[in-house]
Every structure is written in C-alpha cells, then in structure tokens.
C-alpha cells in the first residue's frame, strides 16, 4: 500500500529528529528566499561514504520519495548547494557523481 505524502513528511521528520542532519553549502548568486531554487544534495552514511546525489527544484517533495529507499535508513547527513538555474545544478550533479561515484547513484552510470 503506498503512503500518502502526509505519513512520507511524517516519517521524514521522525527521521531528521533521529538523527538526520541537514546542512546547506552556500552558492554564491543564489538567494534563500528563491522558492524555484535548484538544489544538488548528497546523501552520506555514518562513515561519511557518498551514498546518493540528486537534483530538484523541490527538495522536500523529492526527499520524501527517498524515504522507501533501501539506502535512505543508512543516511545521517544531506548536504544541500543552491544553483540559480538547472544547466548549473545539472552540470554539478553530473560532475559529482562521474568523479566521487556514489555508491547507490546507477542511471547513466553504463556511460562512465
């Protein structure tokens, strides 16, 4: 049966509460007040191996789609960099996951 997006926020805060560290990376041109902010996160373990990189422009709604991850109980921090626009966040996600090879990041991987 599939959560509804409430019992997802719910777990996701039960979580972050636990344990779950969130900490931005400042970007230069970038203001926290921009509601269309692109965002790269990294997902970590506890012995800070990258677990997953992702991009969205809603990090919350997409952090919930996380949650049923077989991964996602092994995060304890997310690290957060704004871009002002999609080619940025794109090209620094793209960057990211070629040379530090999250170990659960797997589409496009046949291309490295």
Do not use: C
Request: hydrophobic letters at 40%; charged letters at 30%; glycine letters at 6%.
């Amino acid at each position: 049966m599939k959560k509804s997006d409430r019992e997802l926020l719910a777990e996701l805060e039960a979580e972050i509460e636990e344990g779950l560290r969130i900490r931005p990376v400042r970007r230069a041109g970038v203001k926290r007040s921009d509601r269309r902010d692109h965002v790269v996160y990294r997902f970590y373990g506890a012995d800070g191996q990258l677990l997953y990189v992702g991009i969205s422009v809603s990090f919350m709604q997409r952090l919930g789609s996380h949650v049923h991850r077989s991964w996602f109980a092994s995060a304890v921090r997310i690290e957060l960099e704004h871009f002002p626009n999609r080619d940025a966040a794109l090209r620094h996600e793209s960057m990211l996951i070629a040379t530090l090879a999250p170990i659960h990041n797997t589409a496009g991987m046949e291309a490295l």
